[in-house]
């Protein structure tokens, strides 16, 4: 256990569906990063906070997905209008500023959309 | 483009010793880190090399030429438990990190 928890940790949805995953980081870190992981791939970089700035965005993340850290602490990613291939394990991390190489990740959220 | 290659599978024996490269081509460059995952768990932090040399932890040492854009993860007296998939990440501007593939490591007795 890193300190990291996500939940939920498992989401089944239909296609359409708007769906919310929440990330409590390590409370010392004011850094927090959302990944997404399909079998047999690393960790797809999607977006990172620095407090509850957003500071980064792929270029891979869709105007269907948002995050938000709005007090700095915890953050929410929502993806609207689910599709099939949504359907992946998202996971978040933290780090602590200037420590950006060493990044704790949480459980993850496992997500199908059928 | 951006790109990380390393091995896609590795096996050896308990007590051995293996060696897993990666190699990248990146748009900007400040590290790399290792990570291990096993099946069904979250990426744990191995290592991380911002500059040329070995970095020992224990058991795993990383190592990392900026000048070949190459590094290479080594684990040594390997264990059971070390069964797992290991991960190469660049660190870009900000804290992005960039993963490769994987490669899964198989230990038998």
């Known amino acids: 256990d890193t300190g990291v928890s996500q939940d939920p940790r498992h989401k089944i949805t239909k296609r359409g569906q708007n769906v919310t995953f929440r990330c409590d980081p390590i409370?010392?870190?004011?850094?927090l990063y959302w990944y997404r992981q399909t079998l047999g791939q690393g960790p797809e970089f999607l977006t990172y906070?620095?407090?509850?700035?957003?500071?980064?965005k792929s270029r891979l993340l869709s105007d269907r997905f948002s995050a938000e850290r709005p007090k700095g602490s915890f953050s929410t990613l929502e993806i609207q209008r689910t599709e099939q291939g949504d359907s992946a394990m998202y996971l978040c991390?933290?780090?602590?500023?200037?420590?950006?190489?060493?990044?704790?990740f949480g459980p993850g959220t496992r997500l199908t959309v059928t | 483009g951006q790109s990380l290659e390393q091995p896609s599978e590795v096996t050896a024996v308990e007590g051995a010793i293996v060696q897993i490269n990666c190699t990248y081509q990146?748009?900007?460059?400040?590290?790399l880190s290792w990570y291990q995952q096993h099946d069904g768990g979250a990426p744990t932090f191995l290592s991380y090399?911002?500059?040329?040399g070995l970095e020992e932890t224990g058991r795993f040492s990383s190592f990392l030429s900026r000048s070949d854009s190459y590094g290479y993860l080594l684990l040594q007296e390997l264990q059971m438990k070390d069964s797992a998939s290991y991960f190469c990440?660049?660190?870009?501007?900000?804290?992005?990190?960039?993963f490769g593939k994987g490669t899964t490591l198989s230990v038998s007795s």
């Open positions: 991390a933290s780090s602590v500023p200037g420590q950006g190489g060493e990044q704790y």
């Open positions: 409370s010392e870190h004011n850094r």
């Open positions: 906070f620095q407090n509850e700035a957003q500071l980064e």
């Open positions: 990146t748009s900007g460059f400040y590290g």
């Open positions: 090399n911002a500059l040329d």
């Open positions: 990440a660049v660190r870009q501007a900000g804290t992005a990190l960039i």
